[in-house]
């Protein structure tokens, strides 16, 4: 029986109005293989964080090999034996393979000359361990994203690591690149070494988890021995809570087909398409996990992602939208999934804000009426319930909700025919938020579809009236309002059928 | 507008000053110098201006005016075109290397920077070949003493080019701060991609600041050439770009764009002139010119910083 390597017990961190973790506690034993499970926002990544000496903990302890430690930084976490691999590689791929493994703790000569040939003789040790096939002083940039995680994998091992975190390594990788992968930490375990494993492909897990560690909400959600690793037991308790639908039962959708796309290619997922149509006064709920291409697809309909071959329909008329100006013509607009940065200027003021996407409307022989702007300004801050002392006001001022309030105003005085919400709520408070479900109700009576992106299960089960969801750039399942239910929308946000 | 009061407070003062430490500031023979000069460098400060209030730069401004200047020198005396259509050409030459600036920024995705420094370097030299680096000018201005008007007369005893700045700065005013396209400029300088998810193209508004940036340096290259009368294509108009840049950021633009005023870049021209006049009022060694305008420039940056951290604590 192996002792255990690490443990980590009633970890909590809490971060501005958000408790991430809450007394979570988490064990993995010398040569085992740990997958860690949740949905987004379950506080996995905070958990490894803390591990790895980023961000530190407000209470609880860690234990490696039995004493307790501290982790204050990354340097600590390397001394304890923890290598971390990101998901966002960190490697330098202006250099080469062994000069990245051997990163700021170069062998020298003289004090100040890179004992090159040691760098490349040690590294080649370690490419050699995860069977990786290629010459030390390859430029990292020659490498593809595969490569370059087996080097990043071979620096934490050249670090003598024994708790190996790999977070969602294989998210940018193809099916053969996977299993290479999954081979390499199979033998890595038989040698020894302990690996965190997140992943949100339960196929994966399955394949070579020893043990699933699930947190939701910031807490444990429950431990599945190797022989309980099953699909349905993982959602089961990934999911695990009942929904509480407060929202208002949806509106009567009429059968015309306001917009539809067919064969839509985003920059991320080139080789993948999505189709879809969306009815007069329909809201269409689009769930799947981080990176799905949910937020391509709708900058690509909205005209600033560069797609291609898209047939794009508004109102049985077939349009070509090539940039935010062909769609705003066509009464498409997007609700930016970063409105601080993408929806609003932040330091003009609310009245400009508002206009900008409409300016020529508010002009008279050519210049800009201040006094209609302010007209219409006020008319929307007073239907849309804007918080502020004046329209003057600069839109960095206003809380989030406000501000979400006012990127929906700059579109509602255009006739929208299709609107995009990317994560309409997230980061707003519930008052707000149950405002920003009533406008769309409101809008989607008088006709308007609604495409809604959000990562909130509760926003999607409670406010789509129908459910798109997605799985690596392509759209995996619809479910009625029916046959809606967390365990359906994550099999198939994972990609099962 | 609370920048360009303070800035306009300072140019009071230094003002005043200098009229009581030098009474020869404000003979009329001086004023009228000043003005023609701040005639001159102004509507150079508001072409510059416009292309910051984008985020970008043009550091070409000042070789452009020497290849002007030898250009129309070259259309008027050695070909005797008529001098309605010389300006004309060389005005639109200008426009054009604006737009060149513009494409090669925003399509072709080069830093404004590298692109007009280059644009800086290759006029420069081409002005010198193309004259084997001898002085062009335009004599007595037989036959085109309008041209001589416009850049060295007076009206009612008002230097002309600073009519003419003031007549462009009314325009520009109306564009910059009441027109569609004025609000489209300060929205993709504060942020262009907020402005690209409000229906905006970005690109082509960023071209057409650096095409008006090309427009008013040729207006002002045609003054400026007569003014001097003696273009020296390895001098003619050097280090005008960086006036021009002085005083717009003077006047309240910041390099990361977004802000700015055409009274800012007004009283931002006129400071840095009166700066000099005074070096030159005062006896202070005209070696000391370039460090007391980099002093100024360097307090002027220095309190509006200090005052915006006031601000926001």
């Known amino acids: ?497 | 507008m609370k920048k360009e009061l303070g800035i306009f407070v300072i140019l009071a003062i230094v003002c005043v000053t200098l009229a009581i430490l030098s009474p020869e500031f404000i003979t009329a023979t001086n004023l009228q110098n000043n003005a023609r000069l701040i005639g001159i460098y102004g509507i150079f400060a508001i072409g510059m201006g416009i292309v910051i209030m984008t985020g970008g730069i043009d550091l070409s401004v000042g070789s452009v005016s020497a290849l002007l200047g030898v250009v129309l020198s070259m259309l008027l005396v050695e070909w005797k075109i008529p001098p309605f259509l010389a300006v004309l050409i060389v005005i639109l030459l200008t426009t054009a290397l604006g737009f060149l600036n513009g494409v090669l920024i925003t399509k072709v995705k080069l830093q404004a920077f590298i692109v007009t420094l280059c644009g800086l370097l290759f006029y420069r030299g081409l002005s010198r070949y193309v004259t084997n680096d001898n002085t062009k000018g335009f004599g007595n201005a037989e036959g085109f003493e309008t041209l001589k008007f416009l850049a060295s007369d007076n009206i009612f005893g008002i230097p002309t080019p600073f009519i003419l700045l003031l007549i462009i700065a009314v325009i520009m005013w109306v564009i910059l701060h009441r027109s569609v396209w004025g609000r489209y400029l300060f929205a993709v300088g504060r942020n262009e991609i907020a402005s690209k998810y409000s229906g905006i193209n970005s690109d082509l508004m960023i071209i057409s600041a650096y095409v008006v940036c090309g427009l008013l340096t040729g207006i002002a290259g045609v003054l400026l050439a007569f003014y001097t009368n003696s273009i020296s294509p390895s001098s003619h108009g050097n280090s005008y770009e960086l006036y021009a840049v002085a005083a717009a950021v003077l006047g309240g633009c910041s390099l990361r764009g977004g802000t700015g005023s055409i009274f800012g870049i007004l009283v931002g021209t006129a400071l840095l002139q009166v700066l000099r006049n005074l070096v030159n009022l005062l006896g202070i060694p005209s070696s000391l010119d370039f460090a007391v305008m980099g002093v100024v420039i360097m307090l002027g940056v220095l309190a509006d910083q200090l005052l915006q951290g006031k601000r926001q604590k």
């Open chain 1, 1 to 497: 029986m192996s002792k255990p390597i690490l443990q980590m017990q009633n970890i909590t961190k809490t971060f501005p109005g958000v408790k991430a973790l809450d007394s979570v506690t988490i064990e993995v034993l010398e040569g085992e293989v740990v997958a860690l499970a949740g949905e987004n926002g379950a506080g996995k990544s905070t958990l490894m964080k803390i591990l790895g000496g980023v961000y530190q903990p407000d209470g609880g302890q860690i234990f490696v090999n039995g004493n307790s430690v501290s982790i204050r930084n990354v340097n600590d976490a390397t001394n304890y034996g923890i290598g971390f691999v990101h998901q966002e590689l960190n490697v330098l791929d202006n250099l080469t393979v062994a000069e990245n493994v051997f990163l700021g703790r170069e062998p020298k000569n003289f004090g100040i000359i890179i004992d090159r040939k040691k760098i490349n003789t040690d590294s080649e040790i370690y490419l050699k361990r995860l069977g990786l096939d290629i010459s030390p002083k390859t430029p990292l940039s020659e490498l593809p994203i595969a490569q370059q995680q087996m080097v990043e994998i071979a620096k934490a091992l050249s670090l003598n690591a024994k708790i190996l975190i790999l977070d969602e390594p294989t998210s940018s990788l193809t099916l053969t690149e996977t299993e290479k992968l999954l081979s390499v930490i199979k033998d890595l375990r038989s040698s020894g070494v302990s690996i965190i494993y997140i992943s949100h492909r339960l196929g994966e897990i399955k394949e070579i988890a020893d043990r699933v560690v699930t947190l939701r909400d910031g807490k444990n959600a429950g431990v599945l021995q190797r022989e309980e690793i099953n699909h349905d037991a993982i959602v089961r308790q990934m999911v695990g809570r009942d929904i509480e639908r407060f929202y208002k039962p949806p509106s009567k959708v009429d059968d015309s087909t306001m917009f539809e796309v067919e064969n839509l290619r985003t920059s991320r997922y080139p080789n993948r398409s999505v189709s879809f149509k969306i009815n007069k006064g329909e809201i269409v709920g689009f769930a799947g996990l981080v990176g799905a291409g949910r937020s391509e697809t709708a900058q690509a309909i909205f005209g600033v992602d560069s797609s291609s071959a898209s047939k794009i329909t508004v109102e049985g008329k077939t349009t070509k939208i090539s940039s935010s100006k062909d769609a705003i013509r066509n009464g498409i607009f997007l609700v930016p999934e970063d409105r601080r940065n993408t929806g609003l200027i932040l330091d003009f003021a609310i009245r400009e804000n508002i206009t900008l996407p409409s300016l020529e409307k508010f002009t008279a022989t050519g210049l800009i009426s201040k006094k209609a702007e302010s007209k219409t300004s006020q008319e929307m801050c007073e239907k849309l319930n804007v918080k502020t002392p004046s329209i003057e006001t600069n839109v960095g001022n206003l809380s989030g909700g406000n501000q979400q309030k006012v990127v929906l105003a700059k579109w509602l005085s255009l006739n929208p025919k299709l609107l995009i919400f990317d994560e309409p709520t997230r980061g707003i408070d519930v008052g707000a938020k149950s405002e920003i479900y009533q406008l769309m109700r409101d809008l989607a009576e008088k006709g308007v579809a609604i495409m809604m992106i959000s990562s909130d299960m509760e926003e999607i089960l409670g406010e789509s009236d129908r459910i798109a969801v997605m799985h690596e750039g392509t759209i995996t399942g619809f479910l009625n309002r029916d046959e809606a239910s967390e365990e359906a929308v994550m099999k198939l946000a994972v990609g099962g059928q």
